[in-house]
């Protein structure tokens, strides 16, 4: 199995030492500990896929399910060129503090495939989606392990996982994954649900400070599907969307960018690069644009020691997994710059995955508007306990989430108590 990169054993040390930190927060029992420092279970599966060459071509996919204390494992998958069993082990880990801070009944999980599907035919990637939900089936299911899409997956592919999943079982299995299609059992409001909610939970942060989304300077990395997201919900809400970058580069205008005109011209040349509505920028000079808000909407390890010094934002909201290192926070707290943990922030994917799952079992379907203001109660709950418990802890925002989501977890393990 090829190894995993060095950042990855770094984010996966990370997620360690963010519950060893919770851990003495809360002075966690070193029994509940012990149950969750490890991954519960890893699967490393090889992927013979024939390519539209007629090469035969070994791809390795990866499914960690962190803690099965909870109920089924959820988490989504990822299709990038860099993934790993250090970089799965790592994002499940958050997944189950995600889902327990929101309490919904699930364990954290992550997987995918090694791949670039930027190199991929449409073939390609149904051929390499398929096998891979062959592979893993024996410890999936509704009511073991529910996947979702992540970065470089979405409906396309859940669509073909679920339909390779009912085939293995025999009958048509729509709780078996979250993010399909509507026309599939898909719920309304599950594409656009992590930037929604990264805005949800933005406006209840400015509205403690007697403030409103209208107004405030933004900054987006990343206008993938949760960045362009944040950025339409912005927009609309008056808020003046400064920057916003993505892989191919990255625009500025001081004084707002005409969000719609922009999607437009990504829809048609796959980048916000060359807009001509506003100026071109180094695609690493985003995080560092003036701005009130900044929100990391791309991958992990973004803001480090090496430009958490030089941030020109007042607050930072996290909407991507994972985006600032332990460095960085402690940089950023000197600094008095406020943050919004991707715990909580990032949620609203997760949520709504949870209303599908619920909907898939019912054989139920609920309103676009009864998901949105479910979504809406659910993160604002979520912001009030993050709050609170961070003025009783006294601490960060980060630790405090880390600390309600542990608390609660390591409570049902001890509840449930150690087979044999
Ligand atoms: N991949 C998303 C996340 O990181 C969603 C997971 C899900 O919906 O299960 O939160």
């Not at 500990?33 to 390795?60: A, C, H, K, Q, W």
């Not at 599950?190 to 930037?195: I, L, Q, S």
């Not at 601490?395 to 393990?413: F, I, M, P, Y």
């Amino acid at each position: 199995m090829p190894a995993g990169t060095a950042d990855d054993t770094r984010l996966y040390e990370v997620a360690c030492a963010q519950l060893d930190r919770a851990a003495a927060v809360i002075d966690l029992d070193p029994d509940q500990y012990t149950r969750l420092i490890e991954p519960r279970r890893s699967l490393v599966v090889s992927l013979p896929v024939r390519m539209d060459t007629g090469e035969l071509v070994n791809f390795t996919g990866f499914r960690v399910q962190h803690t099965l204390t909870m109920g089924p494992t959820k988490g989504g998958l990822r299709f990038v060129p860099d993934l790993s069993l250090a970089q799965c082990g790592a994002l499940a880990m958050f997944m189950t503090w995600k889902c327990a801070l929101l309490a919904l009944p699930f364990g954290g999980a992550k997987g995918g495939v090694r791949c670039d599907p930027a190199q991929l035919s449409t073939g390609e990637m149904e051929r390499i989606t398929r096998r891979y939900a062959a592979e893993i089936e024996p410890i999936i299911g509704p009511e073991q392990d529910i996947p979702a899409p992540d970065l470089g997956t979405g409906e396309r592919e859940m669509a073909w996982f679920y339909d390779t999943y009912s085939h293995a079982v025999g009958h048509a299995e729509p709780a078996c994954v979250t993010g399909k299609p509507q026309a599939l059992g898909g719920t309304p409001g599950r594409k656009e649900a992590t930037g929604l909610g990264v805005v949800f939970v933005l406006e209840a942060a400015l509205e403690r400070e007697g403030k409103v989304p209208a107004g405030q300077r933004v900054a987006i990395q990343g206008f993938g599907n949760v960045g362009a997201v944040v950025a339409a919900e912005l927009h609309a809400r008056g808020a003046q969307v400064v920057a916003v970058s993505d892989i191919g580069g990255a625009v500025a205008a001081p004084e707002g960018i005409d969000v719609p005109a922009l999607a437009g011209w990504v829809r048609e040349h796959g980048s916000v690069a060359g807009f001509p509505g506003a100026a071109a920028i180094e695609r690493d000079a985003l995080l560092e644009v003036d701005c009130d808000v900044l929100v990391p909407a791309a991958r992990e390890g973004q803001i480090t020691a090496a430009n958490a010094p030089r941030l020109r934002c007042r607050l930072v909201v996290e909407a991507a997994n994972g985006p600032t290192t332990p460095e960085a926070d402690a940089i950023l707290a000197e600094r008095g710059i406020a943050l919004l943990p991707d715990v909580l922030a990032s949620g609203g994917g997760v949520t709504v995955s949870y209303f599908e799952w619920v909907q898939g079992h019912q054989k139920y379907v609920w309103t676009a508007e009864e998901i949105r203001e479910r979504l809406r109660s659910q993160l604002r709950d979520a912001h009030s306990r993050v709050v609170e418990a961070s003025g009783q802890l006294g601490v960060d925002q980060r630790t405090a989430a880390l600390c309600l989501a542990v608390r609660r977890v390591g409570e049902a393990a001890q509840l449930r108590a150690v087979f044999p």
